[in-house]
């Protein structure tokens, strides 16, 4: 069973940053395509950006030239370097798949707040 263990939240005043980080237990990770996603109370998760296996990046409209994806295939790490983050950002964060989703994992909350 593939295991998603995200880190790097926190509480954060507007404006600051970020850098989230999501380990897979999973082989495969350099062939897959990758993706962060998050959930703010009462809402749905949406999806915030993903990457492709050769790098390929897109971001949420809600989140470019502030959110910034990448992965180290070598250490099976997908990343979220989150800048200047404002009260709307606040949220649950998983890692997970673009598509054909594993098991969600924990989830690392991240409040921004003044």
């Known amino acids: 069973q593939v295991q998603l263990v995200e880190s790097g939240g926190g509480l954060v005043q507007p404006g600051g940053s970020l850098r989230l980080s999501c380990v897979v237990s999973?082989?495969?990770?350099?062939?897959?395509?990758m993706a962060w996603y998050r959930q703010a109370p009462g809402k749905q998760r949406e999806l915030v950006a993903s990457?492709?296996?050769?790098?390929?990046?897109n971001h949420a409209d809600s989140v470019k030239g502030r959110f910034t994806i990448s992965r180290d295939n070598a250490k099976n790490t997908a990343y979220l370097q989150m800048n200047n983050l404002k009260p709307e950002d606040t949220a649950v964060y998983y890692c997970?798949?673009?598509?054909?989703?594993?098991?969600w994992g924990q989830g690392t909350q991240v409040t921004v707040s003044s």
């Open positions: 999973e082989t495969i990770f350099r062939s897959i395509t």
């Open positions: 990457i492709s296996s050769g790098g390929s990046t």
């Open positions: 997970n798949r673009r598509i054909s989703l594993w098991n």
